[in-house]
């Protein structure tokens, strides 16, 4: 048989890759993004806001439906104009992140996180910005819950990105407040935390996927918000790949990630970009911000939103703008790499 595959190496076969990579379903994609609601904006209408609601439990009750247990985490924010759930609240709006969990064996404290926000803009209905990020994580959470591995992966459905990064933001904050306390001050006794537990929790890494379903092989399809630089960079003018997108600090974390995707998803082009000391905003326009603050490795992986795709932020970003063939083929190489990051549990029989 070892023999049978180098052969096929040799001749240029590509091999069938093993592990979660082809269990990923287009057909459940695509039925994500269909389920969706069109409007689901927390500057809209008041129908945009119900929208958003139903978004949040539509993904609640698909994680438990796959026999996981989401956890709801609150937090504040006011609308300009909204009705307010309680007069006492004084204009703050109770919007939730839906967290879920796929707990690691003996290194469990060690946290990949995986976010995609679920919110869009008044204007579209956000097919690729972000209805691909999120049904991309919700078929994450679908495999690997089966793929058993040494560190836990949190996958993390984030709301209102696209009124400031407010759902990743406070999720940040609270995590920081639970495992990063501030001192107590000279005369106070420590309080008790999470970080005083044996093995405090750490975040290893943290993916933000942020658009992922739009691709063009037409000349001069892509911009760049990054010129080219000799003997460093090269920047695409064909919008026919996938941009991982971070800072110099984290090249290690982003190149690893994206060897993975591209051992895990034959035919899948990447452009990396890791190789600023300092993110341009450009770079930054995504929920990963909040965790570059905490200074844990961190990059959005995107399809470059308006540097390529014509329909960002209109009535015109739909299903039927979006390439399914590499969008598929992007989850796929997210699954292969993000099992093989948080370390695959040796002798686990995966179906």
Request: proline share 10%; charged share 20%.
């Amino acid at each position: 048989m070892i023999t049978f595959l180098l052969s096929l190496c040799a001749l240029g076969v590509p091999l069938e890759p093993s592990g979660p990579a082809p269990l990923v379903s287009t057909e459940r994609l695509v039925e994500t993004i269909r389920s969706l609601p069109e409007k689901r904006a927390a500057l809209g209408s008041p129908e945009h806001r119900e929208g958003l609601r139903k978004a949040e439990s539509l993904l609640a009750d698909r994680l438990r439906e796959l026999g996981l247990t989401p956890v709801m985490h609150a937090f504040t924010w006011g609308s300009p104009g909204a009705e307010i759930d309680d007069p006492a609240d004084e204009g703050q709006i109770t919007w939730h992140n839906i967290i879920i969990d796929l707990p690691g064996t003996d290194l469990k404290h060690e946290v990949l996180v995986v976010g995609a926000h679920f919110d869009a803009v008044p204007m579209g209905p956000g097919a690729d910005d972000n209805a691909t990020g999120t049904a991309a994580a919700l078929e994450l959470a679908r495999i690997l819950r089966d793929f058993p591995t040494r560190r836990t992966i949190r996958i993390a459905f984030f709301n209102l990105e696209e009124v400031g990064l407010v759902g990743s933001t406070a999720y940040a904050a609270d995590w920081k407040k639970a495992h990063r306390p501030a001192p107590p001050a000279p005369d106070e006794p420590p309080a008790p935390t999470a970080a005083d537990a044996p093995n405090p929790e750490t975040i290893v890494g943290m993916l933000s996927l942020e658009m992922l379903g739009y691709f063009s092989d037409e000349p001069n399809s892509q911009k760049s918000p990054i010129p080219s630089q000799p003997g460093v960079f090269e920047a695409p003018t064909v919008g026919d790949s996938i941009a991982l997108v971070g800072i110099v600090r984290d090249q290690a974390f982003i190149r690893e990630l994206s060897l993975a995707m591209l051992e895990s998803a034959p035919g899948l082009r990447t452009t990396v970009v890791d190789f600023v000391p300092v993110a341009l905003p450009d770079m930054t326009r995504s929920d990963h911000r909040p965790f570059m603050a905490l200074r844990v490795p961190a990059l959005m992986v995107t399809d470059t939103a308006n540097f390529r795709n014509p329909h960002y932020h209109k009535a015109t970003d739909t299903l039927e703008t979006l390439d399914l063939t590499r969008f598929t083929l992007v989850v796929r190489g997210l699954a292969g790499a993000v099992h093989q990051i948080a370390l695959p549990e040796p002798g686990a029989k995966a179906p």
